[in-house]
């Protein structure tokens, strides 16, 4: 929340000392990047928990980045990535608070690709966009080789460094838990000889603030809505072909996306992109909020995030395109036009007991798992207005 310096800056008619507003956190600090964390492990057919970071303590923690680059040497295999490769070969992705709670996951490294391209966090969100993203199928030498980095996400908006958390006690720090995935789960056709996985970890946040800008006006000591929390999880239905009418497990706090992926009996997303609702409806409190049709919803979402194919295949030539049997429901665009564009005057309040249902007929025939991301903001004091500049 916006301080007011308590010192007078100029003087007002008939004597009375005017205060002026402090000036916001990010224009007292500078922003802090430390790549400190790589590991390397031969992938396998079994999962594989690396060495947890401990995010180093250096004032405000906003987020990570982590790359992992598998390289392969001497492979003769016609290799073929999973369609959720390689992001898949991050099993689970899990950030602990100081206390040892998840505030992020676990999500898996597809899940969390796909909360990069649609999570508002930076303009240009698909990884598969970077510059750097690549992967090599075939039978070549290098047959099965890839990199792709995925952010982390902490703070909510980089404009403030809302949302980014007090990080200054080396004996209660925050945690990045990482596991690696089978080769079965990246891989319909694995390389000759084992992937070697090298995973990195660059930490992102704000140094503390010294109350004052360089010309000496005052600061605010810290980011917006302090305190306030992002939480990240992942929740998981069983629905049967046929009409369903669903309510979603209770939480609380300010709802920023849904994310909804839907898979058949055998895990594929392209058969739930095919047997997705014909018409998806939410209630929240027997209000009904949407109801999209899956043509109407993928044009939204072009429009939104300015998705210019519906493709989803491994490569980079599918990026920004919208994956199969995903669909994005977001409250991220009240201060501009694309998502990430957020005061948070739209953000959805959501309690324990507010009843979120979930409407439609799924197509096809069988089980289906419907999974559902939730990201959603706890504001300190339980106080919406902590995040919106006391309004």
Excluded: C
Excluded at 176 to 195: E, G, H, R
């Amino acid at each position: 929340m916006t301080m007011t310096a308590t010192e007078p800056a100029a003087q007002a008619k008939g004597g009375k000392q005017q205060v002026v507003a402090a000036r916001p956190f990010v224009t007292g600090t500078r922003t802090l990047e430390s790549e400190v964390y790589t590991q390397t492990v031969t992938q396998t057919t079994s999962t594989q928990a690396l060495q947890p970071y401990e995010f180093q303590v250096d004032g405000y923690l906003s987020g990570a980045l982590i790359r992992v680059t598998a390289t392969t040497a001497g492979n003769s295999a016609a290799t073929a990535f999973q369609l959720d490769g390689p992001f898949s070969v991050l099993q689970s992705v899990i950030v602990e608070d100081i206390g040892g709670k998840q505030i992020l996951g676990p999500v898996s490294g597809h899940q969390l690709r796909i909360l990069n391209q649609f999570g508002g966090f930076v303009f240009n969100g698909d990884p598969r966009a970077s510059g750097i993203y690549s992967l090599t199928s075939g039978a070549g030498a290098t047959g099965g080789s890839y990199r792709f980095t995925l952010r982390v996400p902490v703070q909510v908006r980089r404009r403030d460094a809302m949302g980014a958390l007090p990080n200054r006690n080396a004996s209660a720090t925050f945690k990045l838990k990482v596991v690696i995935n089978t080769s079965a789960s990246v891989y319909s056709t694995a390389p000759t000889a084992a992937a070697s996985i090298n995973v990195q970890i660059q930490q992102h946040g704000w140094a503390t603030s010294d109350n004052r800008d360089y010309k000496g006006n005052a600061v605010s000591p810290t980011p917006n809505g302090v305190g306030s929390l992002l939480y990240t999880d992942v929740e998981t239905i069983q629905l049967s072909a046929g009409a369903f009418n669903q309510r979603m497990s209770t939480f609380g706090g300010l709802l920023r996306l849904l994310v909804f992926e839907l898979r058949d009996s055998t895990g594929s997303r392209a058969q739930g992109e095919s047997d997705f609702p014909s018409l998806f409806e939410m209630e929240i409190d027997k209000v009904k909020t949407f109801s999209r049709s899956p043509l109407t919803w993928e044009h939204l979402m072009s429009e939104d995030y300015g998705l210019t194919a519906d493709a989803d295949a491994n490569t980079a030539a599918a990026k920004n395109s919208k994956p199969d049997g995903v669909y994005v429901l977001h409250w991220l665009d009240d201060f501009g036009l694309q998502p990430g564009a957020e005061n948070g005057f739209r953000y959805q309040p959501i309690t324990p007991s507010t009843a979120v249902q979930l409407i439609g007929t799924v197509g096809g025939s069988g089980a289906h798992t419907l999974s559902i991301t939730k990201n959603y903001l706890s504001p300190v004091g339980d106080d919406p207005r902590q995040l919106t500049g006391g309004r």
